[in-house]
């Protein structure tokens, strides 16, 4: 949702409004806020992912503290539905048909790893105008992303556990070129994600988005590839 303010603030040359508050983590110094039309709608849009996060918790774990959490939301939930029926319902969508696909274990990785992106691509189109196309798209190849990278993360794990990944599939099949497989994979949502910024006009904040799109997204993936080589020269 940062990434996305960034965005739509440069996309739309949004005029900030300044504020200075006390922040309870770090209070010792005043910070500034800066705020405008696409911070508050990101942070709706925080709202609306919070509440789905929360409500699946307690239905998987029967987490009670995320169950009150997500109870104390619902009011906002339901405001800011109205307000953004076009997202909610996108949100509502990707939640039925995500617990569907993995409870079935689904092995195409373009159908799992869609739903996030499409789920994404809707609420990164904030407004229905010349740019939402451009902007789905972007947000479209970046929550497939999303998706494939955490679950190139968990994968041990979720095989350890014997847990739904869509990765196991093809690590199964070919082990020795999975890492090769899922790099290309995750570099070609990238590429596109990467060609529908270049096709917006935006000036503002445009060094910064490039930074995140061409190199802030791979720090997990250089992260873990580091580990994994720590760990076969221990072994």
Known sequence: MTFLV??????????????????PLHPGKKKTAYVNEATRYASDM???????????????????????????????????????????????????????????????IDAIAGLTGEMLGEIFAWRDDIWSEEL????????????????????????????????LSMARKNPEDFETLSKLI?????????????????LQHADIIRNILYSGVWSRYEYLQEKKKKRRKSN
Request: net charge negative; glycine share 2%.
């Open 6 to 23: 960034i965005l739509l603030t440069g996309l739309y040359e949004l005029q900030n409004e300044e504020y200075r508050f006390v922040c």
């Open 186 to 202: 995750l570099t070609s949502m990238m590429s596109e994600c990467a060609k529908s910024f270049e096709r917006l006009p935006v």
């Open 136 to 167: 789905h798209c972007l947000g479209f190849y970046l929550g497939k992303f999303v998706y494939l990278m955490d679950a190139y993360e968990d994968l041990d794990r979720d095989r350890r556990r014997n847990e739904y990944n869509p990765f």
């Open 46 to 108: 925080n709202i609306l992912l919070s509440y789905h996060n929360l409500a699946d918790d307690w239905k998987d774990d029967r987490n009670l503290p995320k169950h009150v959490m997500s109870q104390i939301l619902k009011r906002e939930y339901r405001r800011i539905a109205a307000n953004y029926p076009r997202q909610a319902k996108a949100l509502e969508h990707y939640v039925s048909q995500l617990d569907m696909l993995e409870m079935k274990r689904e092995e195409n």
